[in-house]
């Protein structure tokens, strides 16, 4: 008979993964290498996902492997800017590229430029401008728009975003720095070609190393790639069954903590791994982030976990005499001194130089 494991004891399973049940004190490039990179399209929250993870994390030890190009920010996962290693940004591209396809023919702003164009020339001329020296998206579609006139300059450098593996450059994504949204190419900045890619077999283990036990359709929904039960059939995994009698698939030798596991108070960032990359999010995610209703297309929240499930949400407040962290809990919580203690960690991270920092625990 299949074992099946409780939403808790998954839960227990995925946060000592994610070292969310306890802090590291790996590097951060191992870190990151763990975690199959960290979703990072805004410039600097994704810094408090690594601030929650590893032990004495300063911002500098992410932000110098950046400068020294050891990491990067680009398209990977879900179409999404994810911040990998450089070994991992050349490896993963080729292998996530039909799920950068689909969002080029199929996007509702650029698809109907798109259609009927002659990509590959556009991807040979984008290739030779972004040579020249890193260019913002108004730069690159400006100058392709000489080309080809009647398309959208938009759409133009949304076929290069998609079509060449881009990155981000510093200073931006540098942490208290900001600067344009440039990108060159991934062989340009880490002077290595984009030839070969991993197998679809290790993408699956190190997914569920990092974020296992999971369906099918949970490793789908994080790579937005289909087709990949046969993968995952073939692969040499223990199964289980969860609550509802979905088959979880899981590496043989990974940590699955007892149920009772104590879990404490974590900060997850607006666009944390832990919330995206999965299917069925309910080993996190509660009915009451749901009830919340917030706007689909306004600030996107920031949780906080207590008992590893998602108990609220948090936000910063600046003024000149002070720096504050709101804590909006959905329930009373069942030890405000610890949520206290862990903002208050968090907030010195935050905000080092602050003439006051205070944690304001809303009711």
């Known amino acids: 008979?299949?074992?099946?494991?409780?939403?808790?004891?998954?839960?227990?399973?995925?946060?000592?993964?994610?070292?969310l049940l306890e802090r590291t004190e790996r590097p951060v490039a191992d870190v990151v290498t763990h975690l199959v990179g960290l979703q990072a399209q805004t410039s600097h929250t994704w810094y408090t996902g690594l601030w929650s993870r590893i032990a004495g994390f300063r911002p500098e030890q992410a932000a110098d492997l950046l400068l020294d190009r050891d990491l990067v920010r680009m398209a990977l996962m879900r179409s999404t800017i994810h911040l990998v290693t450089a070994a991992d940004a050349l490896a993963l591209r080729p292998l996530v590229q039909p799920a950068l396809d689909r969002d080029l023919f199929h996007n509702h702003t650029h698809g109907n430029d798109v259609w009927e164009l002659d990509v590959d020339a556009v991807v040979a001329a984008g290739r030779a401008i972004l040579a020249?020296?890193?260019?913002?998206?108004?730069e690159l579609g400006g100058l392709l728009h000489e080309t080809w006139p009647d398309r959208a300059p938009a759409a133009l450098a949304y076929v290069v975003r998609c079509r060449v593996p881009l990155v981000q450059v510093p200073p931006r994504g540098l942490w208290g720095r900001s600067g344009p949204i440039a990108h060159t190419s991934a062989e340009t900045w880490l002077g290595e070609p984009v030839t070969d890619r991993m197998s679809a077999g290790e993408l699956v283990r190190r997914y569920l190393a990092a974020f296992g036990p999971a369906t099918v359709r949970d490793v789908q929904t994080w790579a937005r790639l289909s087709r990949l039960r046969e993968v995952v059939e073939e692969l040499p995994l223990v199964r289980f069954a969860d609550e509802d009698g979905q088959e979880l698939f899981d590496l043989p030798d990974a940590p699955r903590p007892d149920e009772d596991t104590p879990a404490p108070v974590r900060f997850l960032y607006d666009f944390d791994n832990l919330?995206?990359?999965y299917a069925d999010r309910r080993r996190v995610v509660t009915d009451e982030v749901k009830a919340r209703q917030y706007a689909p297309h306004g600030p996107v929240p920031q949780f906080f976990l207590v008992d590893g499930l998602t108990a609220g949400d948090w936000r910063v407040e600046r003024t000149k005499e002070r720096v504050t962290l709101e804590l909006r809990p959905f329930h009373r919580l069942p030890d405000a001194e610890e949520a206290e203690r862990e903002g208050s960690a968090l907030l010195k991270f935050l905000a080092p130089d602050a003439p006051a920092r205070d944690v304001r625990i809303l009711r």
């Open 275 to 277: 919330l995206l990359s």
């Open 1 to 19: 008979m299949t074992e099946v494991l409780s939403r808790r004891a998954v839960n227990r399973a995925t946060l000592t993964r994610q070292f």
């Open 132 to 138: 020249e020296r890193p260019r913002t998206n108004k």
